[in-house]
């Protein structure tokens, strides 16, 4: 079983829809988490980090579950550009980081 | 500033040759991550520097694999006797650790290897 697993999709949605993503993570000395985002044959960059309590980044929402050791991300009113990959990130106290596999988002007008 | 700079951009070499790639993160950062993503893949975790401490080797996937850090700052990912399958964009990403910082991760733009 796979460190931080995320439903591969691809999500294929409507500009302006609502969109989901889960991941799950094994490791429960897992300390930090985050959403990076990898745009076609580029480098992975920083979407949000994600916070116990939850937190909103205006159209983007994200939260940790630790009890089931869950994390979320959250897209409102989907725009074209948000057509990316979205990788989970979970990073333990020892300091590394493990990706998910990531999860594909294709908007369409 | 500059960012996290990777070399070469592209690598094409032939089987059973050695390759060397090059790293150099960003000023002041402590931690250093390599990583490699096949086409259409996610990241593979290779290994992990943080200052003076012993390197988390734990991704390398062969002995063919080494990596070292010199002087806390560049580091160079060395593959002996390539094979095809080591055929990706290798992933370089420097943080800054401890305190408040978030450790978010800051990516070269990668290194691509065929081995032909």
């Known amino acids: 079983r796979k460190e931080v697993e995320q439903d591969p999709g691809p999500f294929n949605v409507p500009e302006g829809a609502t969109v989901a993503f889960n991941c799950t993570y094994s490791?429960?000395?897992?300390?930090?988490f985050f959403w990076y985002r990898q745009d076609c044959r580029k480098e992975p960059k920083l979407l949000m980090s994600?916070?116990?309590s939850g937190n909103e980044d205006g159209r983007f929402t994200a939260q940790l579950n630790r009890a089931s050791q869950y994390i979320s991300l959250l897209i409102r009113d989907s725009k074209l550009s948000d057509s990316a990959t979205y990788l989970c990130?979970?990073?333990?106290?020892?300091?590394?980081?493990?990706f998910g596999d990531g999860t594909t988002l294709t908007v369409k007008p | 500033g500059a960012g996290v700079s990777q070399s070469p951009s592209n690598k094409v070499t032939e089987k059973g040759k050695d390759v060397e790639l090059r790293c150099d993160p960003i000023?002041?950062?402590?931690?250093l991550y390599w990583y490699r993503q096949s086409l259409g893949q996610g990241l593979e975790f290779l290994i992990y520097?943080?200052?003076?401490?012993?390197?988390?080797k734990s991704g390398l996937p062969s002995d063919r694999f080494s990596a070292e850090r010199t002087g806390g700052s560049v580091s160079t990912l060395t593959i002996q006797r390539t094979q095809q399958e080591d055929s990706a964009v290798y992933l370089c990403?420097?943080?800054?650790?401890?305190?408040?910082?978030?450790?978010?991760?800051?990516f070269g733009e990668g290194s691509r290897l065929t081995v032909l």
């Open positions: 990403a420097s943080s800054l650790e401890g305190g408040a910082n978030t450790g978010e991760l800051f």
């Open positions: 490791n429960s000395a897992s300390q930090s």
């Open positions: 994600v916070y116990s």
């Open positions: 990130v979970v990073k333990t106290n020892a300091g590394k980081s493990t």
């Open positions: 000023s002041g950062h402590t931690a």
């Open positions: 520097f943080q200052g003076n401490s012993a390197p988390d």
